[in-house]
């Protein structure tokens, strides 16, 4: 592996790519609490649990996210992030409401996703049981 002075991001959902472009640094939190991810860091898999992660860019500026547990993979230059939820926020003062109002609205619609769900299979094991009945 060849020194480098930055690294490509990608942050994925499972419905759409939050972030991907090039960094000079991460700071995230796993389990076992926060670290930081610099070009030339050791490869690692680490798992995400619900925190901040920033994102240093060349230009001195951050991009900052608010995400829900996940996974993180660093190989050579390239960082895989997976996380089940996250949005992308201005700043770490607006972020916790963005984070709230995101998840009550993805809890909401997985709350409603489940009960259809549990509609359907009881609405199937109906129809089984109709089809093990005698024919008149």
Same mark, same amino acid.
């Given at each position: 592996?060849?020194?480098?002075?930055?690294?490509?991001?990608?942050?994925? +959902?499972?419905? $759409?790519? +939050?972030?991907?472009?090039?960094?000079?640094?991460? %700071?995230?939190?796993? $389990? %076992? /609490?926060?670290?930081?991810?610099? *070009?030339?860091?050791?490869?690692?898999?680490?798992?995400?649990?619900? #925190?901040?992660?920033? +994102? /240093? +860019?060349?230009?001195? #500026?951050?991009?900052?996210?608010?995400?829900?547990?996940?996974?993180?993979? $660093? $190989? /050579?230059?390239?960082?895989?992030?997976?996380?089940?939820?996250?949005?992308?926020?201005?700043?770490?003062?607006?972020?916790?409401?963005?984070?709230?109002?995101?998840?009550?609205?993805?809890?909401?619609?997985?709350?409603?996703?489940?009960?259809?769900? #549990?509609?359907?299979?009881?609405?199937?094991?109906?129809?089984?049981?109709?089809?093990?009945?005698?024919? *008149?």
């Amino acid at each position: 592996m060849t020194m480098a002075t930055d690294m490509h991001v990608t942050l994925r +959902l499972p419905t $759409k790519v +939050l972030y991907d472009g090039r960094v000079i640094r991460i %700071n995230a939190v796993a $389990k %076992n /609490g926060a670290f930081g991810i610099m *070009p030339n860091h050791i490869d690692f898999v680490t798992a995400i649990v619900p #925190s901040v992660m920033t +994102l /240093g +860019l060349a230009d001195g #500026s951050e991009e900052i996210f608010g995400l829900d547990e996940g996974l993180l993979v $660093k $190989k /050579g230059h390239h960082v895989a992030v997976a996380v089940l939820r996250g949005v992308h926020g201005d700043d770490l003062g607006t972020l916790q409401q963005t984070v709230q109002d995101s998840f009550i609205e993805m809890d909401e619609d997985e709350r409603r996703a489940r009960s259809a769900l #549990s509609r359907l299979e009881a609405n199937i094991v109906r129809r089984f049981a109709e089809l093990r009945e005698p024919q *008149p």
